[in-house]
């Protein structure tokens, strides 16, 4: 089928170089895009770019995503090598967990710099890559990596970063309605516990209990995340927008 065939889009994946990001990269090379991938060290960019290399053509341009003029230079860089982008997934995120009594001021500041401000400065960057790609019938796609504690309180003390995933969900929206006109859906994805550096602890730690609160009995895998981003960003997604999807084994949505 071609409905989920990415041959000759253009993709970028903030923070692709680990955990989420790597698995939707993978996803959109095996379903047939280019795919350029950001993080803030380049050597982790390198090592990603070995790992994807053998599923097709992976570029990766370090940029410090916390930064809007890091935002900006990214979107320059990419609109040297391309025409148009058809893909942007604002994957690149952050978290701190500390009791209410001494959670920082600069816990806020970090992590809502770069969960919250950046997708919104990068949509702004590469919105003109994106309208150049967008069609009425074959919108470019934006792609936003919410989580399922912005849908329900989490049980750890994650206060900026809850926050920070539930207010990208609205951001979501807002872009979506102001975006369609020109081509352009806007989408989140939520997802729950998956297989990453940012869980390792936390999976190490409870991952049987974590894994008991869903229905389905697990915690995520690569293939489900890779999945939704190539059901976003392909035709057969190409009537929705607005939308934020759990992708959690219905932990969020059944308990």
């Known amino acids: ?46 090592a990603a770019v070995a790992e994807l290399a053998a599923f097709g053509k992976v570029t990766s341009v370090p940029a410090d995503l916390s930064l809007e003029e890091e935002c900006v230079r990214l979107a320059a860089e990419v609109g040297k090598r391309e025409d148009e982008l058809h893909i942007l997934v604002n994957n690149a995120g952050a978290t701190w967990g500390e009791p209410l009594e001494s959670f920082p001021e600069s816990a806020w500041d970090k992590v809502l710099d770069l969960n919250l401000k950046s997708p919104f400065f990068l949509t702004r960057a590469f919105l003109p890559l994106l309208e150049e790609a967008g069609t009425q019938d074959d919108p470019a796609r934006i792609v936003n990596v919410g989580s399922i504690d912005g849908l329900h309180v989490p049980p750890m003390h994650t206060y900026s970063y809850s926050t920070s995933k539930a207010a990208l969900h609205h951001l979501t929206r807002v ?77 969020a949505t059944t308990r």
Do not use: C, W
Request: proline letters at 5%.
């Open 1 to 46: 089928m071609d409905l989920f065939d990415l041959t000759g889009k253009v993709a970028v994946v903030t923070g692709g170089t680990r955990g989420i990001g790597l698995m939707m990269a993978r996803g959109l090379l095996q379903a047939g895009a280019r795919v350029y991938i950001s993080s803030r060290k380049a050597e982790a960019g390198d």
């Open 175 to 251: 872009l979506a309605k102001e975006l369609g006109p020109r081509h352009v859906t806007v989408n989140a994805v939520a997802p729950g516990p998956f297989e990453s550096k940012m869980m390792a602890a936390t999976l190490d730690a409870f991952g049987k209990e974590i894994a008991a609160r869903s229905p389905l009995g697990r915690i995520g895998r690569p293939d489900d995340m890779a999945g939704v981003v190539v059901f976003l960003a392909s035709r057969g997604a190409s009537y929705i927008t607005g939308a934020v999807i759990p992708v959690d084994g219905g932990i």
